[in-house]
């Protein structure tokens, strides 16, 4: 992919531009010394595939069903609305 | 449990103070939830039935758990209609031991910031002095504490968002070891530092609120099994024997020189109490600050992608689906969400990624391992909870640089996902006590010693 994205549509925010408090942060970083260049030892966060949950789908409740439609934010002749999407 | 008052009374009486309460800690007041369950409890001692530990005993809720029915707006325009579908497991555990809900607390939108002044609801005034901040982002929830409208809250701690503000208001504020409390129904901010932790106003109430909520859920596979902490486990410290800080901290050009004074002072008592205390090295704050903003800034910008108003939200129509995207987002989020996410985007865009999150990675490696050398030396390490005292309401938004480096002594044990308390002695906004992970315990210990000591 060579087509460059620009932090505004990377984030879906308009008119988006990267901000200098964050960008003082991101110097630290790429001045900082890393006593190790191996990212992924030991103090990975990673989650042990030894203890998985069982792979079953649990039906969830009408009230939570309920709820998620009623939050959903526009409905009309009992259809729930989702905006026209456009193929580019 | 004297039956001079009822549980009905206790909880108007606190729903009341809560209504008229003017340091801005409400987002919603769950009145109807509350008083029907303030009967159910009256009936049972009506009835000569046991009670728990915790029934009855109101509580708030950062407005980032999910608790089924209730209106969960993360103090955010883009939420501030929606409506919990479900209720988060350590939630729903202090409701099943009988505590009762109050109030959705005031906070920082998504938690995105360290004083509560980034808000729709109007910035949170300090317990103390309400000109000043009352601490983020779960300031709602410490204010709420230290001014007994609740006995205790649940807030939530990323990179020191409980600690800080329990110290701001001089309460008790517990991060526990990442992954002890599961985050399941808790509003992603940064996933691999958010906690669940609890903010009251004695040890006591700390340790029963944890040992409710504890425990490993299959919702959250990051959560793990741990074994109650008993209340004569932590009575005695005897096996407390070495005290670090980090001197960096104490020696920084940034620190408060009454903070700095106190800090010392508490480390000569801990000393005359036969304590071994040493001087550790620690990586600078810049770094430390740096390393958590980025990492969480890059985190964020994930979990928040999918608010974009389509299923849920204040969505804003435009011509088609990506400018429907666009425009909700940029009109919802806060200025500060924003920047977190065009942040967070930018650190794991094409380009960046190596030289900037992947380093980010590393140094957090780098910091974990630090913490682990230095529990093979030390018990405790014992660090102020901020360089200075909580700002006026107002300064903070001017400069957001400013207000990341204020962080300094609360994110790096984020970073380790260490057990971390605040107590509410030794400095103006007090103490943080941090021990080896999964050691939560001997946190609580070393604060009832301080408790006694100081």
Request: with cysteine; proline share 3%.
């Given at each position: 992919m060579s087509k460059i994205m620009t932090v505004d549509v990377l984030s879906s925010i308009k008119g988006a531009q990267p901000s200098e408090a964050v960008n003082k942060l991101f110097e630290v970083i790429k001045n900082a010394n890393t006593t190790n260049n191996n990212t992924f030892n030991h103090h990975n966060n990673a989650v042990s595939l030894n203890d998985l949950r069982d792979d079953v789908v649990i039906d969830s409740s009408a009230t939570e069903k309920q709820i998620i439609i009623e939050n959903f934010p526009k409905e009309k002749n009992g259809y729930l609305v989702v905006s026209k999407v456009i193929e580019e | 449990m004297n039956k001079e008052i009822t549980c009905t009374a206790l909880v108007q009486e606190k729903l009341d103070l809560l209504k008229q309460n003017t340091n801005n800690t409400v987002n919603a007041l769950l009145d109807t939830m509350a008083l029907d369950l303030a009967a159910k409890v009256d009936a049972k001692i009506a009835n000569g039935e046991p009670i728990g530990l915790l029934e009855g005993i109101p509580f708030g809720i950062k407005d980032v758990y999910m608790v089924q029915g209730t209106y969960t707006t993360a103090s955010s325009e883009l939420l501030k209609n929606y409506k919990s579908a479900y209720t988060a497991t350590a939630i729903q555990k202090l409701l099943d031991a009988g505590a009762i809900p109050l109030v959705k607390e005031n906070c920082d939108s998504f938690g995105h910031g360290s004083s509560s002044e980034n808000t729709i609801f109007g910035a949170v005034k300090n317990?103390?002095?309400?000109?000043l901040v009352g601490g983020g982002s779960s300031g709602g929830s410490a204010v709420n504490v230290a001014k007994d409208y609740t006995v205790f809250s649940i807030g939530g701690d990323t990179g020191g968002s409980v600690r800080q503000p329990a110290g701001y208001n001089n309460v008790y504020g517990l991060k526990p070891t990442y992954g002890r409390i599961s985050r399941y129904g808790l509003m992603a901010y940064a996933s691999s530092t958010d906690c669940v932790g609890p903010i009251a106003k004695s040890i006591e109430d700390i340790r029963i609120v944890l040992n409710v909520m504890s425990g490993k859920d299959i919702k959250d596979q990051t959560s793990y099994a741990s074994a109650e902490i008993t209340q004569d486990a932590i009575l005695t410290s005897d096996s407390i024997k070495t005290v670090g800080y980090f001197k960096n901290f104490i020696e920084s050009d940034a620190i408060d020189a009454e903070v700095k004074s106190d800090f010392l002072a508490t480390i000569e008592n801990i000393k005359a109490k036969g304590i071994e205390v040493k001087a550790l090295d620690f990586f600078e704050s810049e770094t430390l600050v740096s390393t958590y903003y980025t990492l969480a800034m890059a985190e964020t910008a994930s979990n928040l992608s999918r608010l974009d108003g389509t299923n849920y939200g204040n969505r804003i129509e435009a011509d088609n689906l990506k400018e429907t995207y666009a425009v909700t987002r940029s009109e919802n989020f806060s200025e500060e969400t924003k920047r977190r996410i065009v942040g967070g985007n930018q650190v794991l865009s094409q380009g960046f990624s190596d030289e900037i999150y992947l380093k980010g990675l590393a140094l957090r490696d780098s910091i974990a391992n630090n913490f682990e050398n230095d529990f093979n030396e030390v018990d405790i390490i014992i660090s102020p909870v901020t360089p200075s005292t909580p700002p006026k309401i107002g300064d903070s938004l001017k400069d957001p640089h400013a207000m990341y480096l204020s962080d300094a002594y609360t994110v790096g044990f984020s970073l380790g996902q260490l057990p971390t308390l605040t107590v509410p002695q030794g400095t103006a906004t007090g103490l943080q006590i941090t021990a080896a992970k999964n050691n939560d315990e001997l946190v609580l210990k070393f604060a009832n010693f301080l408790k006694d000591t100081i």
């Amino acid at each position: 992919m060579s087509k460059i994205m620009t932090v505004d549509v990377l984030s879906s925010i308009k008119g988006a531009q990267p901000s200098e408090a964050v960008n003082k942060l991101f110097e630290v970083i790429k001045n900082a010394n890393t006593t190790n260049n191996n990212t992924f030892n030991h103090h990975n966060n990673a989650v042990s595939l030894n203890d998985l949950r069982d792979d079953v789908v649990i039906d969830s409740s009408a009230t939570e069903k309920q709820i998620i439609i009623e939050n959903f934010p526009k409905e009309k002749n009992g259809y729930l609305v989702v905006s026209k999407v456009i193929e580019e | 449990m004297n039956k001079e008052i009822t549980c009905t009374a206790l909880v108007q009486e606190k729903l009341d103070l809560l209504k008229q309460n003017t340091n801005n800690t409400v987002n919603a007041l769950l009145d109807t939830m509350a008083l029907d369950l303030a009967a159910k409890v009256d009936a049972k001692i009506a009835n000569g039935e046991p009670i728990g530990l915790l029934e009855g005993i109101p509580f708030g809720i950062k407005d980032v758990y999910m608790v089924q029915g209730t209106y969960t707006t993360a103090s955010s325009e883009l939420l501030k209609n929606y409506k919990s579908a479900y209720t988060a497991t350590a939630i729903q555990k202090l409701l099943d031991a009988g505590a009762i809900p109050l109030v959705k607390e005031n906070c920082d939108s998504f938690g995105h910031g360290s004083s509560s002044e980034n808000t729709i609801f109007g910035a949170v005034k300090n317990a103390i002095n309400p000109d000043l901040v009352g601490g983020g982002s779960s300031g709602g929830s410490a204010v709420n504490v230290a001014k007994d409208y609740t006995v205790f809250s649940i807030g939530g701690d990323t990179g020191g968002s409980v600690r800080q503000p329990a110290g701001y208001n001089n309460v008790y504020g517990l991060k526990p070891t990442y992954g002890r409390i599961s985050r399941y129904g808790l509003m992603a901010y940064a996933s691999s530092t958010d906690c669940v932790g609890p903010i009251a106003k004695s040890i006591e109430d700390i340790r029963i609120v944890l040992n409710v909520m504890s425990g490993k859920d299959i919702k959250d596979q990051t959560s793990y099994a741990s074994a109650e902490i008993t209340q004569d486990a932590i009575l005695t410290s005897d096996s407390i024997k070495t005290v670090g800080y980090f001197k960096n901290f104490i020696e920084s050009d940034a620190i408060d020189a009454e903070v700095k004074s106190d800090f010392l002072a508490t480390i000569e008592n801990i000393k005359a109490k036969g304590i071994e205390v040493k001087a550790l090295d620690f990586f600078e704050s810049e770094t430390l600050v740096s390393t958590y903003y980025t990492l969480a800034m890059a985190e964020t910008a994930s979990n928040l992608s999918r608010l974009d108003g389509t299923n849920y939200g204040n969505r804003i129509e435009a011509d088609n689906l990506k400018e429907t995207y666009a425009v909700t987002r940029s009109e919802n989020f806060s200025e500060e969400t924003k920047r977190r996410i065009v942040g967070g985007n930018q650190v794991l865009s094409q380009g960046f990624s190596d030289e900037i999150y992947l380093k980010g990675l590393a140094l957090r490696d780098s910091i974990a391992n630090n913490f682990e050398n230095d529990f093979n030396e030390v018990d405790i390490i014992i660090s102020p909870v901020t360089p200075s005292t909580p700002p006026k309401i107002g300064d903070s938004l001017k400069d957001p640089h400013a207000m990341y480096l204020s962080d300094a002594y609360t994110v790096g044990f984020s970073l380790g996902q260490l057990p971390t308390l605040t107590v509410p002695q030794g400095t103006a906004t007090g103490l943080q006590i941090t021990a080896a992970k999964n050691n939560d315990e001997l946190v609580l210990k070393f604060a009832n010693f301080l408790k006694d000591t100081i």
